[in-house]
């Protein structure tokens, strides 16, 4: 079994930069498909950004797209998502999410795996 663990999460001004980190317990995790995706209170969860288990194919949600950064280290067992010009409405708790396979699915309930979540709030 997986168990993602986030990190980074915190307070940051509109148009500032966060990197939020998950570590995975696994022997096995470059055989899981990673994903980020997120909450924002009385909303659905929803995709922020995928990566392949060799990590050299990633997904993006179009609200993110060209601001957000998804990137893995299989050595390190770790997946992080830079997030730059960070917008008010980027504000949810973040969760990592991990399900094994080979495809980057959008949809939450293809994963299998989460961890506890993390806060990103953005000032205006």
């Known amino acids: 079994q997986v168990q993602p663990v986030e990190s980074g999460g915190g307070l940051v001004q509109a148009g500032g930069s966060l990197r939020l980190s998950c570590a995975a317990s696994?022997?096995?995790?470059?055989?899981?498909?990673m994903g980020w995706f997120r909450q924002a209170p009385g909303k659905e969860r929803e995709f922020v950004a995928g990566?392949?288990?060799?990590?050299?194919?990633?997904l993006y949600a179009d609200s993110v797209k060209g601001r957000f950064t998804i990137s893995r280290d299989n050595a390190k067992n770790t997946v992080n998502l830079q997030m730059n010009s960070l917008k008010p409405e980027d504000t949810a708790v973040y969760y990592c999410?991990?399900?094994?396979?080979?495809?980057?699915?959008?949809?939450?309930?293809?994963?299998?795996?989460w961890g506890q979540g993390t806060q990103v709030t953005v000032s205006s």
């Open positions: 999410a991990a399900r094994p396979g080979s495809a980057i699915y959008t949809t939450s309930n293809e994963y299998n795996f």
């Open positions: 696994v022997r096995t995790f470059s055989l899981y498909v």
């Open positions: 990566i392949s288990k060799s990590g050299s194919g990633t």
